[in-house]
């Protein structure tokens, strides 16, 4: 009932930092996903059965630095080749902690729709994001994100980050 | 941490704003639905591919009145015959920002879903709100709504504003 | 605009108790379940054409104790026998109103996404909580909530709730 107006504050912070996350890969502005992470940030992309067996491997996407990150964009812009598709998420259900580091976890429910150019759902994917957040230079960047993919039977080639 | 006051009301009120779009749809409220806009108010409906090709065209609702929204309830009760369904919207990733002109801006993403009568889901769009807010006589009202429709191949005729 | 700060506060903390339920379905942490609830609390699924038929039958779950929810939850873990699946909950747009009697009717629109063990969507329920929630020893609790689903065609068996 007394919740300190600060936590309040950060978690809305955190809150932005989720919609420009989806906003960035529902506008196609891939270039500013990888500036949302620390420079030695992780992404992560798994799925619910093989991380709930404890087997720590068959990661869609493992990338532990920013640049791995951009690498990723460069690849999807000038080498891959791909039917476009449009996505759309939905963030819900955030949840934030405090860590005794300062940093956040923030876990949240995720809907991504995604739609083929022909104006037709094409796939609806659900999981949850388990993510470290920070603050640096003023601002909130994720130190790590972990895409935890329920729907990991995959109809589609996995394009872009999640 | 010390985002004023004002500012984390004006959010929550525009959340209460798209709750109440939402529920006048989703419970039939139909009648309700204009009165959340300017008497001079705009609603449009159009479709992604259409927006990003530059087309400034092919809406699939243009109404820039109160009064032209009323006639569409009217037509909806009265004069169209249609299968009824029920509506359930899901509006998250809500971003708020102050213009100059005392306006807000509020873009969200939204997943509706459509059930026929015997309870099946018949449909499921996702798209955008690009909302333009005001406080009009103490209350918060839509000087804009255009709903951008990602999944734009529509399997059923347009009835109720999505 | 000037909503005072423990309504702020109250909200944010209903949205607390709405993720903890939903948390506890999704990470399949079912004891905790009727935890959330007071010892008389009332858990109650229905059908919204039942519901606005004014037929006050057909429940597909009809709880007035947490006992009884406990009672659901051993038979879950002993007695059934069921085809493993995952679940995952988004609840968005939640209308807080306070009441005169000092508890607070919560109102949400939710989707389900039910996903087998091969990762596979089997199926999405839509919907809405309607929720009463109290003060109690210094926590929130669901003094009753009615689960109304729009999908009421059901492919599947009723397994966990909703």
Redo the contacts between chains.
């Keep these: 009932?007394?919740?300190p107006?600060?936590d309040?504050?950060?978690?809305?912070s955190i809150h932005?930092l989720?919609?420009e996350y989806?906003?960035c890969l529902?506008s196609e502005r891939l270039e500013d996903w990888p500036e949302l992470f620390l420079e030695n940030g992780s992404y992560f992309v798994s799925?619910?059965?093989n991380l709930e067996a404890g087997l720590d491997g068959g990661y869609w996407m493992y990338y532990t630095s920013q640049a791995m990150m951009r690498d990723r964009v460069t690849s999807l812009r000038h080498i891959n080749t791909y039917n476009k598709y449009?996505c759309?998420?939905?963030?819900?259900?955030?949840?934030v902690k405090p860590q005794d580091d300062g940093s956040f976890k923030a876990n949240s429910?995720f809907?991504l729709?995604q739609?083929g150019?022909?104006?037709?759902?094409e796939g609806?994917r659900?999981?949850?994001y388990r993510d470290t957040v920070v603050m640096f230079e003023g601002e909130l960047k994720f130190k790590e994100k972990l895409v935890v993919?329920?729907?990991?039977?995959?109809d589609t080639t996995l394009i872009k980050p999640l």
Excluded: C, P, W
């Design positions: 009932m007394d919740t107006f600060a309040i504050s950060i978690e809305q932005n989720l919609n989806a906003d529902d799925t619910r059965d449009y759309r998420h939905l963030i819900t259900n955030t949840k429910n809907l729709v739609i150019f022909e104006g037709k759902t609806i659900a999981g949850e993919v329920d729907t990991f039977h995959s």
